[in-house]
């Protein structure tokens, strides 16, 4: 899949697109609130880390959901492959949730922008999310507390159909800056949580086509 993935995208025939600043409708609100109300998010975060970890450990098999390890230019990150099960409207409502799970983390939402790309034989859309730390200072060194450095959530389809959710990080160097923590413990943060019950398991259909 993720040869796949890098061969898609590897010639651009077109200039670049632009990025344009985008945003969720009202009723997409409303809808996506009770999303994270009924937290139908649960029957992913669990899967998604035991994936990242069998991944990382070398264990990765072809059942169950994918990911993908990323590390370039001082960036790590991994790459969350949608999966036929989930549905593309629990997958776009997860994109949306783990934004919100960032916010948490003492950050910020800097910009949410989409950009088009339209080539030969295929669209290709891209939704980035860039996140910067609030600025509040260590108490033990008084530099700025950058904890994961800066974070970006993207979601990308390709003719209309979901392919990944990008997780990735990027750690400030400047001397100002607290020493950034782990990509790991980004993830642990992130994605450890319980398992759903059966309840929260039978409300994936409710969700599977519209977002």
């Given amino acids: 899949m993720f040869h796949f993935i890098q061969n898609l995208f590897r010639a651009k025939a077109a200039p670049p697109a632009e990025w344009h600043a985008v945003a969720l409708s ?24 035991k994936a990242y970890h069998l991944h990382k ?16 230019n001082g960036r790590q990150g991994t790459l969350l492959f949608f999966d036929p099960t989930i549905g593309p409207g629990n997958f776009r409502h997860f994109y949306e949730h783990l934004g919100e799970r960032v916010l948490q983390l003492g950050y910020h939402r800097a910009c949410a922008d989409q950009r088009v790309n339209r080539q030969a ?7 980035k999310q860039l ?4 600025p509040t200072d260590c108490p033990e060194t008084g530099n700025c ?3 994961f450095g800066l974070i970006t959530v993207d979601f990308v389809t390709v003719n209309g159909h979901p392919m990944f959710i990008r997780i990735a990080s990027n750690p400030m160097l400047e001397p100002c800056f607290t020493p950034a923590a782990s990509f790991d413990e980004l993830l ?10 059966a309840t929260t ?9 519209k977002f």
């Fill in 57 to 72: 450990g070398g264990a990765a098999g072809v059942r169950g959901l994918q990911v993908q390890l990323l590390q370039e």
């Fill in 26 to 49: 009202a009723a997409q609100v409303q809808r996506h609130a009770r999303w994270v109300e009924q937290r139908v998010f649960l029957n992913w975060l669990e899967p998604y880390f």
């Fill in 131 to 134: 996140f910067k730390p609030n």
């Fill in 201 to 209: 398991q039978a409300l994936i259909a409710e969700y599977h086509s």
């Fill in 145 to 147: 507390n950058q904890r």
């Fill in 188 to 197: 642990k943060r992130l994605l450890d949580a319980p398992p759903p019950n």
């Fill in 121 to 127: 034989h295929h669209t290709e859309v891209t939704i």
